[in-house]
């Protein structure tokens, strides 16, 4: 019944290791999303992405990879993490493409902890 | 560019008296706007959205928020206060000029709700 789903929930690595987040949406929307929430509670933008296709990438490190498999998976890959990268990590999902008044659907979130 | 200011990053108020959170939008379109909640350790959830359907906009749990353009803001307000109310508000504006398919978050407002 979760709308939009996150795996792990917790994560806690060691610097300069490799970890996936995955995420999916069984809402039928054609656009997915990362967030990152630093400790400030300030939300960014990373990804966006319509039908499968990257449409945003807000600077981020190109340690960080998103992949979409499907409309309904966005997943992201993390390489070499680094303490920087402590956050609580968002998935997004929306309907964008028949009117920009749509919410975004967002996920639990997955607490990442780089030790 | 289109961004969003929330005045104040916390608020604290009594229960049982009226919430007011602050927002300020800047846009060059017709803008889309949004208010998300999130309670402690928890995901996003929508309060509501301006549609421009109506500048008085009701939403979850009492809530309700007013788009004046002559203002360029767009307040969130509950008359009564409830302890339930605690939490992180977010004020967001969708930026256009990515076709959408980038929201741009306020830094947030914490809710204190005092019995």
């Known amino acids: 019944d979760t709308a939009v789903s996150q795996t792990p929930k917790y994560l806690v690595t060691q610097m300069g290791n490799d970890k996936s987040i995955k995420c999916e949406q069984n809402l039928g929307h054609d656009t997915m999303y990362w967030y990152k929430q630093d400790s400030k509670k300030f939300l960014k933008i990373m990804f966006s992405y319509n039908n499968k296709e990257l449409i945003i990438n807000e600077t981020v490190p190109n340690r960080f990879s998103p992949k979409s498999p499907d409309k309904a998976h966005l997943n992201l890959h993390i390489n070499s993490l680094e303490l920087g990268d402590s956050a609580v990590y968002f998935c997004a999902s929306s309907q964008v493409n028949t009117g920009h008044n749509n919410e975004q659907f967002f996920g639990p979130g997955t607490r990442l902890t780089v030790l | ?115």
């Open chain 2, 1 to 115: 560019a289109q961004s969003v200011t929330q005045l104040d990053s916390h608020v604290s108020v009594s229960e049982g008296t009226p919430v007011l959170l602050r927002c300020n939008y800047s846009s060059s379109y017709s803008p889309s706007l949004f208010w998300y909640v999130q309670h402690p350790n928890k995901g996003l959830q929508l309060l509501l959205k301006y549609t421009s359907a109506a500048t008085l906009v009701k939403g979850i749990n009492g809530f309700e928020a007013e788009f004046k353009k002559s203002e360029t803001s767009f307040h969130l307000t509950k008359p009564s206060a409830h302890m339930s109310d605690a939490a992180e508000y977010f004020c967001v504006v969708r930026d256009l000029n990515t076709g959408g398919f980038k929201t741009i978050f306020g830094a947030g407002t914490r809710l204190f709700v005092k019995a």
